[in-house]
């Protein structure tokens, strides 16, 4: 029998995208799923897609009511939370000089205020069932800078650094807390993106969902000595730039 059967989980932004995706690796591993998005239709038409093993629940990630909503229908659905994966995100383009404060804020709320309430929210949750595994998906925004998007790295850097506090808080109970730092991955949220984003990467393509998911699985079922760590699936972006010198040029 699975670890996790008879546990639920959650998956953010698990409509569509990289929390689709793992919303169907975390089923795979009997796990019962919450999908839980703002997108009725998309997220109705992902949990239908994974049969009895999940169901998806309306949430905007900045509402407390809507989490209390979620967690409680996670556990009377599938049984006590076990895995909180903080996967919803937006990005919005403009330069320090340029983005609306109102939009600076609403990246914040949402990429970074959302996984904090749900964190907050859920670890009593988590600790009274002995523990359990929160993933919050970050991204090389959150190891490196990029320009104009100025409030969605400070929100994935945020992140991070979160992670990393509420993994030194729960270690003694048995809550392992990571995060997933994502290159570019062929989602919606990338798809106005052209291929100069992955021209100096070792592997210069795109990522897709599933390589996402397979690093959260691995995460939720097979670290079970990680905790505050980072794990990176970016095609190699983050470990520098291949630069076509004149040397080797005609080879
Ligand atoms: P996506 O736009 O395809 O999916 C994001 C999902 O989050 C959508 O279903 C959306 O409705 C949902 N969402 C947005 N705001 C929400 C809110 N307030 N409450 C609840 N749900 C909300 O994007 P994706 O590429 O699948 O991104 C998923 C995560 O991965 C994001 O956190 C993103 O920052 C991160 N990421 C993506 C990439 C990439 O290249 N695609 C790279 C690095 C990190």
Redesign the pocket.
Known sequence: MSMFSGRSAIV??G?????AAVAAALAKEHLGVVV????DR?GTATAESLGAHAIFRR????DEDGWQAVIADAEAMFGPLAVLVN?????DFGGVEVEPPVMFRHVLD??LY?PWLGMHLAGPYLRRAGGGVVVN?????GLIGYADVGAYVAS?WGLRGLTKAAALEWGSSNIRVCSVH????H????ADMDDSAIAAQPLARFGE?EEVAAMVRFIVTEATFSTGSEFIVDGGATAGQVLHMPSSAGE
């Open positions: 953010t932004g409509a569509r995208g990289i929390g839980a998005d703002l997108l998309d949430l905007d990630v900045a996967n919803a995100g937006i990005v949402v990429n959302g998906i970050s991204s090389t925004a994935k994502p290159g570019p991955i989602t919606p949220m990338t969902p």
